[in-house]
T-cell receptor
């Protein structure tokens, strides 16, 4: 396993089009996170999954955004009717959240990101 | 709510100077703490981590100690190099990974 992979690495789309990004986490990791990073800013949390369940969504995630992790492995992030303000780097990360009885969370590993440009 | 407060930048230092970038957090539970680094044009890389109180994370000459009593995780390096120029993010992981706003560091020869 070579780590978290994201596809595509770059996407240029016209305003109003739909786009979908894919993230393949590290295989044994049960948590998967999506973040957005704009130029000069830190990563902003969008949503995360524990296995296939989406447990939290940021208010940044408008109704044009939807994320899925259907089998608890890879995840997709779809943006409908893209706007220029959606232009950003979309980052995926995964981690192993320990089983019951162990409170310590492990580190999150990031993919290289998908850079979206809406023109 | 949970948050990370990070020293604002940009920070400019001369080569071989001592570096400190402050980071404090407010969180519930037992978070793990991290410093990530982002070099120009590259993705986020984990620099170092600490998973419990009093742990010291270290890598590439950088160090940070998990101080539960002061809820801090300050990043230090004794002698910085031009190649350390990057943006540094403090973060903690409990339910989710929460980042500070980042500190841009520039080292001049």
């Amino acid at each position: 396993d070579t780590g978290v992979s994201q596809d595509p690495r770059h996407k240029i789309t016209k305003r109003g089009q739909n786009v979908t990004f894919r993230c393949d986490p590290i295989s044994e990791h049960n948590r998967l996170y999506w973040y957005r990073q704009t130029l000069g800013q830190g990563p902003e949390f969008l949503t995360y999954f524990q296995n296939e369940a989406q447990l939290e969504k940021s208010r940044l995630l408008s109704d044009r955004f939807s994320a899925e992790r259907p089998k608890g492995s890879f995840s997709t992030l779809e943006i409908q009717r893209t706007e220029q303000g959606d232009s950003a780097m979309y980052l995926c990360a995964s981690s192993l959240f320990p089983a019951r009885g162990v409170v310590m969370n492990t580190e999150a590993f990031f993919g290289q990101g998908t850079r979206l440009t809406v023109v | 709510g949970d948050s990370v407060t990070q020293m604002e930048g940009p920070v400019t230092l001369s080569e071989e100077a001592f570096l400190t970038i402050n980071c404090t957090y407010t969180a519930t539970g037992y978070p793990s703490l991290f410093w990530y680094v982002q070099y120009p044009g590259e993705g986020l890389q984990l620099l170092l981590k600490a998973t419990k109180a009093d742990d010291k994370g270290s890598n590439k000459g950088f160090e940070a100690t998990y101080r539960k009593e002061t809820t801090s995780f300050h990043l230090e390096k004794g002698s910085v190099q031009v190649s350390d120029s990057a943006v540094y993010f403090c973060a903690y992981l409990w339910v989710k990974l929460t980042f500070g706003t980042g500190t841009r560091l520039t080292i001049i020869p």
